[in-house]
């Protein structure tokens, strides 16, 4: 079974985890929920913290903001929400694209933690606050 980048648009159904609210445990930052500058996490502004460090989302996710920026499969577009694809796939890759970077980062404001914040980068950019998380499609085939 293959591995793969989420998509833009699954990355937030999962940091959401089925919450509107602009975090996923609620509309205030809290010290016990992520690591940012400003979180006042113990790693806040200064490194990365341990996987795991903070509590899961209410789809037992962990870190889905803050600690380093998820890079996903799509190619930016500058209106997301306007110009996105409306089935959950990706923007189709283009010459060149940049790449959306969703959840923020240990060196972040808390802002970019928010359920809509982004960003973009590169595919040859390479820093400590940027990292990537997988997804495993599964397939199942019907026997007639």
């Known amino acids: 079974m293959p591995y793969r980048l989420l998509t833009e ?3 937030e159904y999962a ?8 975090y996923p445990w609620g509309n205030d930052l809290d010290v016990s929920n992520a690591n940012c500058d400003g979180c006042k996490s113990q790693w806040g502004g200064k490194q ?15 870190d ?8 996903v499969q799509d190619c930016y577009i500058e209106n997301a929400y306007a110009a996105a694809p409306t089935d959950g796939t990706a923007a189709p890759d283009t010459a060149n694209c940049t790449r959306v970077l969703r959840g923020g ?7 970019s933690l928010r359920a809509a914040g982004r960003s973009r980068g590169g595919p040859n950019n390479r820093n400590d606050f940027s990292g990537f998380r997988v997804a495993r499609s599964l397939y199942s085939s019907a026997i007639d």
Do not use: Q
Request: glycine fraction near 10%; avoid cysteine.
């Open 9 to 11: 648009a699954e990355w």
């Open 15 to 22: 940091a959401r985890a089925g919450r509107m609210t602009v």
């Open 48 to 62: 990365t913290a341990p996987v795991g460090s903070f509590k899961p989302n209410d789809f037992g996710l962990y």
């Open 64 to 71: 889905m903001r803050g600690n380093v920026w998820e890079w």
């Open 105 to 111: 980062t240990w060196i972040s404001d808390s802002r």
